[in-house]
T-cell receptor
Framework: LAKTTQPISMDSYEGQEVNITCSHNNIATNDYITWYQQFPSQGPRFIIQGYKTKVTNEVASLFIPADRKSSTLSLPRVSLSDTAVYYCLLAWTGGFKTIFGAGTRLFVKA | GAVVSQHPSRVICKSGTSVKIECRSLDFQATTMFWYRQFPKQSLMLMATSNEGSKATYEQGVEKDKFLINHASLTLSTLTVTSAHPEDSSFYIC????????????FGPGTRLTVL
């Protein structure tokens, strides 16, 4: 299985908008882009999923360009509790097309 | 959102014993369930995929006789670690998907296994 590419870590301050970009050059027609958040000693929590253009929910927005080879997770106003690891994966019917990589470790400072 | 539970959340056992971990989808029927293992400071590694009523499909390098998976119903899958040894100590996480085009996976809270 392939892996997506994300920055290893990011720092931010409370109240700022954080954008985490993920590269998935080999995305296939049937693949959906899915983002998860994981805190230490907890299972990953589903954040958002999208296929193209823009998806928004109460937690985040997901921006996907026309070629779908990358995506950007946008967290509007982060707080200290958003400090976590964020994973970008490609999903299709039957499971994930990509493995869990190292994810992006976001550290939010006061 | 969809809720997946795991039981127990934490278990400590002696070397050589077997441990069973349950994974339940509480508010949806899961056509497929997955089992992952996560070592400290590492990412999740897929161990096996199971469909209700079928034998599980194990990833390369995962011993199917050691990690027994039973997906008896659309809401319950169990992972049994047989003859556990200290190197099996890890964080075990299950996920469940309801199928469909997006087939979103929802994860359980995880089970911390410590083998003495």
């Amino acid at each position: 299985l392939a892996k997506t590419t994300q920055p290893i870590s990011m720092d931010s301050y409370e109240g700022q908008e954080v954008n985490i970009t993920c590269s998935h050059n080999n995305i296939a027609t049937n693949d959906y882009i899915t983002w998860y958040q994981q805190f230490p000693s907890q299972g990953p929590r589903f954040i958002i999923q999208g296929y193209k253009t823009k998806v928004t929910n109460e937690v985040a927005s997901l921006f996907i360009p026309a070629d779908r080879k990358s995506s950007t997770l946008s967290l509007p106003r982060v707080s200290l509790s958003d400090t976590a690891v964020y994973y970008c994966l490609l999903a299709w019917t039957g499971g994930f097309k990509t493995i869990f990589g190292a994810g992006t470790r976001l550290f939010v400072k006061a | 959102g969809a809720v997946v539970s795991q039981h127990p959340s934490r278990v400590i056992c002696k070397s050589g014993t077997s441990v069973k971990i349950e994974c339940r989808s509480l508010d949806f029927q899961a056509t497929t369930m997955f089992w992952y293992r996560q070592f400290p400071k590492q990412s999740l590694m897929l161990m096996a995929t199971s469909n209700e009523g079928s034998k599980a499909t194990y990833e390369q390098g995962v011993e199917k006789d050691k990690f027994l998976i039973n997906h008896a119903s659309l809401t319950l899958s169990t992972l049994t670690v047989t003859s556990a040894h200290p190197e099996d100590s890890s964080f075990y996480i299950c996920s469940a998907s309801s199928g469909g085009d997006t087939d979103t996976q929802y994860f359980g809270p995880g089970t911390r296994l410590t083998v003495l």
